[in-house]
């Protein structure tokens, strides 16, 4: 961990949570204001229990008091969006009185505690920004050798369980919190190594084959079925990264080829077999066989691909709540995403409705975003402006997948002036309105059609390395075509 940073969170910690965990209060509640809402509610859960919806006062301010019977341990904050939701977990034990401050414009980032409590979450948010950063880290460290990875990794360990046994023994935190929070430091460290030997195994082969044999010991004590983090962020991050190198594991033993592809119908499909033997949690299971057979369709570029997933999921046991789910999300990939769409509409910048088939005059590019990811716009926006310089021969369309208010009016037309897009080709999304929310699966896809508005692929990536090699292929491909036809 960096110094300066660590030191800082105790810093933070101490300022915003000096209070003896002696002196609870008789009840129990969470008070809090939120800066730049999205919606005026939020949503309260203990694991998969909804417990409340508590909404937003004028000030965007809430309070939550709870049942006299509460138990201690992690609950769930959730703000929904029109596309999305953010979230975050909290930890609560009998008599505190927790405080949160955000600003939805960096969520995870801007969430901070005061009041009874405070201390141990602000300890758990150190814990989860600082495991996002160390994993970025991995991307200088991987080229190391283990011995000097393990020290390092053992290093950032050692820091965090000194300072949870001093806020133990200063009676800043409880002893179940103690507990609780040295598992998300194993957990994370676990999800550590299982990094570093993804990465190892795929592009420096020779440093795998100098790992320690016990290098993977901690998959003999990992608890798979952990029923107190089943829905904790750094667990869960463990868990799809063990599931990852299994996946791969398999393919390299069975003389696979391209054995790294994460999205490749192979290894998704042998995730969601994995998923399927070896969670026992009911929230565990429809968590990771929703997500990998939700990919499996996104990548499937027939009809006959997507209903293989359906049927698979019909066999096991699998939610039927999620299944319907899963069925609408089908429903947009065979809608939007394979074959003839041109007869598909869309909505104008004056709010006038036009068919696809009218935009593809030459072949097209059509990439989708939304408002409430505003870097990821900007970005996307920005490499699309270069493309278009690039290959004029192109249609590059975006599509804006965001609801209108309520009123009939969109903030996605302003927006379009306002971020500086008038010389963009843009429109907005027409489909079913329990369709909609699943666009934000496509936001990184960008779909090739050509001009009689059939789907050649929608499985280009704009941040793909490769992006503009593979529209040469198709470029290339459509012109053959074309040449023939003529």
Known sequence: MNQNKFIFFLIVLICLGCTDSKNKNSSTSITGEIFNPRSDAIVLLENNRTIDTVMLDENNRFYYKFDEDIKDGLYTFLHNYQTHYETQMFYLEKGDSLQFRLNTQEFDQSLMYSGEGAVANNFLMMLFLENI?????????????????????????????????????????????????????????YDIKERYYFLVNKYMYEIKRELPADFMNHRKSADFNHEELQKYYIYQHFLDDYLKNKAVEHCQESGGKNCFDLHSKINLQKRLELADSLFKLK?????????????????????????????????????????KRINRLAEVQKRQFIGHIGDLSVTTKKGDQVKISSLTDKPTVFYYWSLYYKSHHLNQHEKIKQYQKRYPEVNFVGINIDYNNDDGKSNWQSSIENFGYDGFSEYQLICPANQRIFYRNYLNKAVFVDTSGVVLTGKLNLRDNKFEEKLLGLLNRENKVADKRN
Request: aromatic share 14%; no cysteine.
């Open 283 to 323: 929230s565990l299971r429809q968590r990771f066989m929703r997500d990998f057979s939700g990919w499996l369709i996104v990548n499937s570029e027939t009809e006959e691909a997507v209903d293989s997933t359906l049927t698979f999921l019909s066999k096991v046991d699998f939610d039927q709540n999620e299944f």
């Open 133 to 189: 950063q160390n994993n970025k880290l991995l991307l200088e460290y991987y080229r190391i050798e283990p011995e000097e990875f393990l020290s390092k990794a053992d290093s950032i360990k050692a820091d965090y369980k000194n300072y949870l046994s001093k806020l133990h023994r200063d009676g800043q935190v409880s002893k179940n919190f103690k507990k609780l929070a040295n598992q998300v430091i194993d957990y994370s460290y």
